[in-house]
Nanobody, 115 residues
Framework: QVVLRESGGGLVQAGESLKLSCAAA????????LSWYRQAPGKQREFVAS???????NYADFVKGRFTISRDTAKNTVYLLMNSLKPEDTAVYYC?????????WGRGTQVTVSS
């Protein structure tokens, strides 16, 4: 099992930045990939970014150039730096851990971007 705890969400204005954190209660080098997803009200949960154990990253087209995913193995934490935030980035942001045969979700952190 992987327990994930997101933090760093909040209310910001358009154009500002936020840095989300996802702390894992285990060595993240034992996790195949860590990802960020988001879910806006009335919409399906969607992929935002991922990073695997080889530090390879992947991004959704709508965040390329604005968001950066990174990880700190010493802190067992993955980060999502979000720059140039837009009102349409408003959502609950979830962390996901992928293991070989299972995956786990955090409870999410709310990000609200005002125009």
């Amino acid at each position: 099992q992987v327990v994930l705890r997101e933090s760093g969400g909040g209310l910001v204005q358009a154009g500002e930045s936020l840095k989300l954190s996802c702390a894992a209660a285990r060595d993240i080098d034992t996790i195949n990939a860590l990802s960020w997803y988001r879910q806006a009200p009335g919409k399906q949960r969607e992929f935002v970014a991922s990073i695997n154990s080889a530090e390879s990253t992947n991004y959704a087209d709508f965040v390329k150039g604005r968001f950066t995913i990174s990880r700190d193995t010493a802190k067992n934490t993955v980060y999502l730096l979000m720059n140039s935030l837009k009102p349409e980035d408003t959502a609950v942001y979830y962390c996901k851990a992928d293991l070989t045969w299972s995956h786990f979700w955090g409870r999410g952190t709310q990000v609200t971007v005002s125009s």
